[in-house]
């Protein structure tokens, strides 16, 4: 592939686009909690709350590492699958990305 190509699952089909979602970080939750999206979709994480977060899959599959208030962290989803994913400073906070 090359650099800056967007990625493309094998079984998509061509000039399938890649679309972009956003999950909002506030109020100590993730928004929406659950997401469905396409394999080489583009998820942001756009933390709006004080205090530091992370998006870790409990796989892990991803991890945003800590992501500042007022900062953002974008993941490329590379695999089908149902991916649960939580903050680890707030393992209360719990999100779901559901990839076809």
Known sequence: MLAGAPA????DPPGARVAS???TIEGMQFT???LSVRRGDKVTWVNKDLVPHT???L???FDSGAIAGGASWTY???????IAYTCL???T?????VAQ
Request: aromatic share 4%.
């Open 32 to 34: 929406p909690a659950a």
């Open 21 to 23: 979602h956003t999950v």
């Open 93 to 97: 906070m719990l999100g779901t990305l």
């Open 59 to 61: 796989s892990r599959a």
């Open 55 to 57: 998006a870790t899959a």
């Open 8 to 11: 493309r699952a094998a079984d």
């Open 76 to 82: 490329t989803v590379g695999e089908a699958g149902t």
């Open 89 to 91: 400073f707030h393992p």
